[in-house]
């Protein structure tokens, strides 16, 4: 998943900041430490990834109060991952108080790349696009990269393995980035069957 340049607030499809694509009566998710108005980061189109079913896959964290409310942590009440079903989508509007947005929207382009790990294809497509690192807003799909221990969880539902959505960076730049302890990586996990969706942070 690469930068691919500014995108409108409401675009559909795959995309960082603007406002999730919802249906009405969507509520928007607050923390469940501070009680504010969590930060919508992402939506994933879960038709891009095979086996993923259909909707979005939303993503927010509570960012009113950085370094505590357990935003990091899956489950913790301090971030929400959701799957948005794919019918009468509007663009949900924002509560008034709360850091409830990021700076940019940027949409994302998807690039094949052939190497051993993640790091890896992140590094040599930075490297042979001769574009910054920074530019790479994660990965679609396929094994997590852990920047610390296995965290992958299992769902409440079934009690399966979840699969990872998508592996993300906190942003092109940091001005306008996400806040995953300054350099980490998040985390989205479903498990299409059941409809759960889980996300975390690592650093
Ligand atoms: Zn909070
Ligand atoms: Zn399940």
Same mark, same amino acid.
């Given at each position: 998943?690469?930068? #691919?340049?500014? @995108?409108?607030?409401?675009? =559909?499809?795959?995309? %960082?900041?603007?406002? +999730?694509? /919802?249906?009405?009566?969507?509520?928007?998710?607050?923390?469940?430490?501070?009680?504010?108005?969590?930060?919508?980061?992402?939506?994933?189109?879960?038709?891009?990834?095979?086996?993923?079913?259909?909707?979005?896959?939303?993503?927010?964290?509570?960012?009113?109060?950085?370094?505590?409310?357990?935003?990091?942590?899956?489950?913790?009440? #301090?971030?929400? @991952?959701?799957?948005?079903? =794919?019918?009468?989508? %509007?663009?949900?509007? +924002?509560? /008034?108080?709360?850091?409830?947005?990021?700076?940019?929207?940027?949409?994302?382009?998807?690039?094949?790349?052939?190497?051993?790990?993640?790091?890896?294809?992140?590094?040599?497509?930075?490297?042979?696009?001769?574009?910054?690192?920074?530019?790479?807003?994660?990965?679609?799909?396929?094994?997590?990269?852990?920047?610390?221990?296995?965290?992958?969880?299992?769902?409440?539902?079934?009690?399966?393995?979840?699969?990872?959505?998508?592996?993300?960076?906190?942003?092109?730049?940091?001005?306008?980035?996400?806040?995953?302890?300054?350099?980490?990586?998040?985390?989205?996990?479903?498990?299409?069957?059941?409809?759960?969706?889980?996300?975390?942070?690592?650093?």
């Amino acid at each position: 998943m690469t930068y #691919g340049g500014t @995108a409108a607030a409401d675009a =559909p499809g795959t995309r %960082t900041g603007g406002v +999730p694509l /919802a249906a009405a009566g969507f509520v928007w998710p607050h923390c469940a430490t501070c009680g504010g108005a969590m930060q919508f980061l992402a939506q994933i189109r879960l038709e891009d990834l095979a086996g993923a079913g259909r909707g979005l896959f939303a993503v927010f964290l509570c960012a009113n109060d950085p370094g505590r409310c357990a935003s990091w942590a899956p489950r913790s009440g #301090g971030n929400r @991952a959701l799957v948005l079903p =794919p019918r009468a989508l %509007t663009a949900a509007a +924002p509560p /008034a108080s709360g850091r409830t947005g990021l700076g940019e929207v940027s949409a994302v382009t998807y690039v094949d790349v052939d190497a051993a790990t993640y790091f890896d294809a992140a590094t040599g497509w930075a490297k042979s696009e001769e574009r910054s690192p920074r530019e790479v807003l994660g990965k679609l799909g396929g094994e997590p990269e852990w920047l610390q221990g296995d965290e992958t969880p299992r769902c409440t539902g079934c009690e399966g393995v979840m699969t990872l959505v998508a592996q993300l960076e906190e942003g092109h730049d940091h001005r306008t980035a996400a806040d995953f302890g300054g350099g980490g990586s998040g985390y989205g996990f479903l498990c299409a069957p059941c409809g759960e969706a889980v996300f975390l942070w690592q650093a």
